[in-house]
């Protein structure tokens, strides 16, 4: 579906540029648009391979086995259906961890494990059970301490101060993170 409106976006907006005789701006924008896109990729690739790096080396070290133990009791509050030392666990804090150092790149294969760990448990394969919903919307969230992929693009295009984004990135995720668990749980009752 969205596949289908983004299409429609650009084929309309490139037909509305032909038929006003703007066809030179497309032209333009389309040349321009592919060198900023690698000058930005070029520039961010060596922050974000850091930190996946990082992240692996944490995963292979056991790191975030510990972490996982250690915020267990936590997310079995929030996670009541998954059973003590399951694998999917082990993912979903891999992938808050991830996401809490702004590293969605990281956060996506951790995300990924973790619902194909949670559709094993679950009973009715047709819909997501209430472990994947709450998954879901906590990986949506994405509570964010350091947002190192917004401090880059920010340190990119010269911000005198770069890192003034965290406090109201962390707030913001925050509070979005409580907004949802709340609707969440509030949903969950009333089912």
């Known amino acids: 579906m969205i596949n289908k409106l983004w299409i429609s976006l650009i084929v309309i907006g490139s037909l509305f540029l032909i038929f006003t005789g703007n066809a030179s701006i497309l032209n333009e924008q389309i040349l ?51 059973p003590k030392g399951h694998e999917s666990l082990g993912y979903i804090s891999s992938n808050i961890i991830a996401n809490m150092f702004g590293l969605g790149n990281a956060a996506t294969p951790f995300g990924l494990k973790a619902m194909k760990s949670l559709n094993d448990l679950n009973k009715n394969k047709d819909e997501a059970s209430d472990s994947m919903v709450t998954f879901i919307i906590i990986n949506t969230c994405g509570l964010c301490v350091i947002p190192t992929t917004i401090i880059s693009l920010r340190m990119l295009y010269g911000s005198k101060d770069p890192s003034s984004i965290m406090i109201p990135c962390f707030l913001i995720s925050f509070i979005s993170l409580l907004f949802g668990l709340l609707i969440d ?6 089912k």
């Open 185 to 190: 749980r509030i949903w969950r009752h009333h």
């Open 32 to 82: 321009s648009s592919g060198k900023a896109t690698l000058e930005l990729v070029m520039q961010i690739f060596p922050l974000v391979s850091l930190w996946l790096g990082i992240m692996n080396i944490a995963k292979d070290s056991g790191l975030l086995d510990r972490l996982s133990h250690f915020i267990y009791p936590l997310l079995h509050k929030i996670f009541p259906l998954i």
